[in-house]
């Protein structure tokens, strides 16, 4: 209860400053609200089908790679980047279809004006009016080359429309579970609020699309060079080993390997038979050649027989030279293959007209007939001549194919390692075009599914502001007000040492507070200032009345830590008042009545030790001392602790410091049983109230705010019989 009622004498105590505070505060509000600018709020939707998501395979993306993919398109919405990017176009909307005196669908008037306020002549001379997209791109190229410029500081410093600041309020969310992405946007401007979700919107597919294909941009660009440089190499090592067959006249080597192999040995099993054929005819005709008459060797030696036989040999060994180059399948189709076959005959015949010549000689020298001999002798003469030829031209050709042997084996060497290379370069071109194929299939896959971020809801051109909430703010301040009004003086009532009101002075002080008095500082009422201070009076005297002693007078010591706290003012009310009521009062004033710096001041046990009353007075009823200062000057204890009352005259509206409280200390130890009150003077109107009631002038508004302050709920004026 006491809470309660410390809580309403508070608030009563502080009406004033809850009143015209919280009314200066609230016309303030009222004032400066008329001034907030209009607000408008755009709201677009995004639909980004990445629930809806299935890969070329047919495979559904997880929850983690769902929520990953919003968060980036929030964070890419987001970031700074793409937020300056919307500043920048943004400002070209603005400078490009902005209108001094004419709002329009891209800015308003007044925000154009102030713009153009701000903006230098440089960046107005970049301004293209008919192109936005030219003025955009060269706004940005003033903001690459130009560190710390009008763009940047517009961008970076606070303010409105274009700031990251003001851009950064942009709300974006995911709504619960579903693919739709909803854009908001709130500002001073409805063209500018539009513009800039479109613009949004607009960088956010693009940034989006950026960094979602960049890699595999990056892959598929890496690939594709990896395709033309391994392609290349394929073909170099092709026309490398082309330009090789070229040079050592290769055109197939295993096939060429092959068939010299075969003929090498079709050529071996020719030589031997040549051979043997060869040898055989040498045999015999050295055997005839023995057995020959001389007669017939003449005739032999005599005719043109040697002359034939080299014919022969040397038409054989043609013979022999085109066979072996020439097909079976072709032999009898070759003129000249055999026109060299009929002069082959044609000697053969001309040999053998000889043995007409040599049949003369009937027999040999051993008697034998030598016919027969010259028969058999001229076959082994022109068997010599034919296998000695062929035999040449055999051995002819088996020296070629050892040179050719000696020449293609290096050759083959070359050739595979030449293969090789092609080998190694074809797998790794195959590779690469793999891997080529591998990321466009992906590049293909992440298409598919970023299409989907398409427009729900196109941010619309707001036609209605959302109003400038004038009521919510004056409420606010004025409820704000009253709460920081109320905390400050409850701030002030807990931590403030100034005596003030009979509570707080007994809390810092100790000692009970007997009354209070105005003194004469209110000047509301100084009409009734007198009156108010005779009540006080009255009151302080009813209180004191209890220790007025029958048969003597009685002893109020009148004390004060401080000089000048109303002491004598104080003391003349009391005179006064029991004055009326018939008392004789003698105030006692140090200084005048007695000397405070004489020693038997100091060593004085009761009153009468340093003054005493003149014989031609009247013995008092009340006899009022005024000591000095306390601070300045020792009172004897023994004397206040004779004394019937002691008041301490304190002013409510001094600070009560700690050095007082150890002045005061030992007085107050010291009473053994001695009243000794705090009686505050200049106190406020209604710490007096307090003590004596209503004081005039009597109002009702008055009194019933001070029936409230005392909790009087549902106390009602009655007169009782």
């Known amino acids: 209860m006491e809470i309660t009622k410390f809580i309403a004498q508070f608030l009563y105590r502080i009406r004033y400053w809850l009143f015209w505070g919280s009314f200066f505060i609230t016309l303030l509000t009222i004032y400066f609200t008329q001034f907030l600018p209009y607000s408008y709020t755009v709201e677009g939707s995004l639909y980004a089908g990445v629930t809806n998501e299935i890969s070329i395979d047919g495979s559904r993306v997880n929850s983690f790679t769902i929520n990953s993919t919003f968060d980036n398109l929030i964070g890419i919405a987001k970031s700074q980047s793409t937020l300056q990017r919307v500043s920048i176009r943004l400002l070209a909307i603005s400078l490009t279809y902005g209108e001094e005196w004419k709002d329009n669908q891209y800015i308003q008037a007044l925000h154009y004006r102030q713009l153009l306020q701000t903006t230098p002549k440089e960046v107005l001379a970049l301004v293209d009016r008919k192109d936005v997209n030219k003025t955009a791109e060269a706004l940005t190229n003033y903001h690459k080359n130009n560190k710390g410029n009008f763009v940047y500081i517009k961008f970076n410093q606070g303010g409105a429309f274009y700031s990251l600041a003001a851009l950064e309020n942009i709300n974006i969310v995911r709504v619960t579970t579903s693919d739709i992405l909803k854009l908001s946007y709130t500002s001073a401007d409805p063209g500018l609020t539009q513009q800039t979700l479109l613009l949004l919107i607009e960088e956010l597919r693009a940034a989006y699309e950026e960094i979602r294909f960049s890699a595999i941009n990056d892959v598929i660009s890496y690939f594709e060079d990896q395709v033309k440089k391994s392609k290349k190499e394929l073909s170099d090592a092709e026309d490398d080993l082309t330009r090789y067959n070229i040079q050592e006249r290769v055109i197939n080597y295993t096939e060429e390997s092959k068939a010299l192999a075969i003929t090498r040995y079709e050529v071996d099993d020719r030589l031997e038979e040549v051979m043997r054929r060869y040898e055989s005819a040498v045999a015999l005709r050295k055997l005839l050649d ?14 043109n027989l040697l002359k034939n036989l080299d014919k022969i040999s040397t038409t054989t060994q043609d013979i022999m030279k085109r066979e072996i180059f020439i097909s079976d399948k072709n032999h009898e189709s070759d003129n000249e293959l055999t026109k060299k076959k009929n002069l082959l005959k044609e000697t053969e015949e001309q040999i053998s007209d000889l043995s007409d010549n040599i049949n003369a000689l009937n027999f040999t020298k051993e008697g034998v007939s030598i016919k027969s001999m010259v028969d058999e002798w001229l076959q082994a003469l022109v068997e010599e001549a034919k296998s000695g030829a062929e035999l040449q031209v055999l051995l002819d050709r088996q020296q070629d194919i050892f040179d050719q042997y000696e020449k293609m084996s290096p050759v083959g060497t070359q050739t595979q390692r030449k293969e090789r290379a092609i080998s190694f370069a074809e797998n790794y071109y195959s590779a690469q075009i793999d891997g080529l194929n591998k990321a466009i299939l992906q590049k293909r896959n992440t298409e598919m599914n970023s299409t989907n ?25 004025f409820l704000g007000s009253i709460v920081f009004i109320i905390i400050y003086f409850l701030i002030i009532e807990l931590l403030d040492h100034t005596l003030r009101d009979a509570e707080r002075s007994e809390r810092l002080t100790g000692l009970p507070v007997i009354a209070a008095f105005n003194g004469t500082s209110n000047l509301k009422f100084r009409g009734f200032l007198k009156t108010c201070n005779r009540i006080a009076a009255s009151y302080a005297c009813r209180q004191l009345s209890r220790y007025l002693q029958p048969g003597r007078p009685t002893v109020i010591n009148l004390l004060s830590i401080h000089s000048s706290e109303g002491k004598s003012f104080l003391s003349k009310y009391l005179r006064n008042q029991w004055g009326v009521q018939g008392l004789r009062v003698r105030i006692v004033v140090a200084g005048e009545d007695f000397n405070t710096k004489d020693g038997s001041f100091m060593r004085a046990t009761q009153l009468s030790d340093f003054w005493q009353l003149n014989e031609a007075e009247q013995i008092p009823d009340i006899i009022l001392i005024e000591y000095p200062a306390l601070h300045k000057s020792a009172i004897p204890l023994q004397v206040l602790q004779k004394a019937d009352a002691n008041l301490l005259v304190a002013n409510a509206k001094r600070l009560w410091r700690e050095d007082d409280d150890k002045i005061i200390s030992p007085i107050r130890e010291s009473m053994n049983g001695t009243p000794l009150w705090i009686y505050l003077n200049n106190a406020d109107r209604e710490v007096v109230e307090s003590f004596t009631g209503t004081l005039p002038p009597i109002t009702p508004l008055h009194s019933y705010l001070t029936q409230l302050a005392q909790l009087g709920l549902t106390s009602c004026k009655a007169a009782v019989k």
């Open 290 to 303: 023995e057995k020959m008459d001389v007669r017939a060797q003449t005739i032999i030696n005599q005719s």
């Open 453 to 477: 971020l398409k427009d729900v809801s196109v941010p619309e051109y707001p036609l209605k502001d959302n109003g400038r909430k004038r009521s919510l703010y004056v409420i606010i301040a």
